[in-house]
């Protein structure tokens, strides 16, 4: 496993500005992915920036009629909330789908945010 500098942020503002001054560092919210590639060298980030703490864990309608999704919120949690259920049945269908036997939905984990970083 490679050397790395760890910090928990304390707001959003904090981790907007520690991920800006660090382009090496990675966000990590409680998932064990990351920690899994790094002990693979296949990630090598230079900061871990902790940001299982903020308040990112809301499902809310947006005045446009929207959704927006926290970063934060356990898959569990979405496939199961009666806006998404109801709007975007695809997308609670394919969350529960894509459940793995290491992730099941009883851990809450992953996050919504991890299944979309994955996709970037």
């Known amino acids: 496993m490679i050397n790395f500098q760890y910090s928990r942020v304390a707001d959003v503002a904090d981790a907007v500005r520690q991920i800006a001054a660090d382009p090496e560092a990675k966000f990590i919210a409680g998932g064990t992915n990351l920690i899994d590639l790094m002990k693979e060298d296949v990630e090598r ?3 871990l920036i ?4 903020l308040p990112l864990k809301s499902v809310e ?3 446009d009629g929207g959704v927006r999704i ?7 949690d979405l496939a199961y909330q009666p806006l998404i259920a109801e709007r975007y049945p695809m997308l ?6 894509g459940a793995s ?14 299944a979309l970083l994955l996709l970037l």
């Open 101 to 114: 036997a290491q992730h099941g939905l009883d851990r809450r984990q992953p996050s919504a945010a991890h």
């Open 70 to 76: 926290g970063a934060l919120v356990p898959n569990s």
């Open 61 to 63: 309608e947006t005045a």
């Open 92 to 97: 609670a269908s394919a969350i529960l789908a």
């Open 45 to 47: 980030p230079s900061r």
């Open 50 to 53: 902790d940001i299982s703490r």
